[in-house]
């Protein structure tokens, strides 16, 4: 597994891309913090759940980061990329979130949505476990919002979920969200051969899981 840890050394934090689709508020945070870091510095990343109004927001995201999610998602047909579809398909994660299946939150910074996690494949009983997925557009990666998401989301799926683990899988090549795991005190736990379809092609992805050493079985 040595390609797991390549480390793209001229990598340079905090300067990924075409920032116009950014609200002067958060440019002038993003200037001021060459890294994010909630609670110390008072920037405000937050996760909240979706609201079908989100679907405005996040078409003109995934719009903008068409080019750069395809790399490491599902091919998506044209249709994905607008409000209406966007509209449908978080109102079907809603009402499976009713079902207590998946949590989709969106990821906002200074309360603009710049991204989504999720909660999904909840499953009670001997396993109270779960798959944590996640995105932010290119204009804000490097600057640490994804690892506040993940802190965030970790907390509550331990806390209010009251789960017992939440299992992460990335693609093998994917530092930059190995790192996020790693910061966010996720194991490596094996490499799964052509474990899911991306960008059109079955491809291996390394699996990694985080623990609640502080679950307590639930009262009742
Ligand atoms: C992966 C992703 C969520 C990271 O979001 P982010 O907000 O930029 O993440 P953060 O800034 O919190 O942390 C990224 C870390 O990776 C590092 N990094 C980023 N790109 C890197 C690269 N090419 N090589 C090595 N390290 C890299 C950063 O330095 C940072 O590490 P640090 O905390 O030690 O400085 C974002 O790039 C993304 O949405 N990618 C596309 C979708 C995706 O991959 N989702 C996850 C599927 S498993």
Redesign the pocket.
Known sequence: MSDVDS??EN?E?GDAGDRSLIGDAFLAVVRMHRRLDVGSDGVDVSVRLVEVGDATALTELLQANRE??AL?DPVRDDAYFTEKRQRVDLEQVLERHGQRLVIPYVITVEGQVV?RITVNDVVRGAFESAHL????GQA????????AAVAEVVRLAFTELGLHRLQ???LVH????Q??LA?NGFIRIGLAPQYLRIAGRWQNHVLHQRLNDQWTPPEG
């Open positions: 480390v793209d990598w934090p750069f999610l490491w991204g997925g996640y995105w932010v804000v990666n490097g600057l640490g919002v994804a690892t992460a899988d990335t994917n530092a930059a969200s790192r996020v910061r």
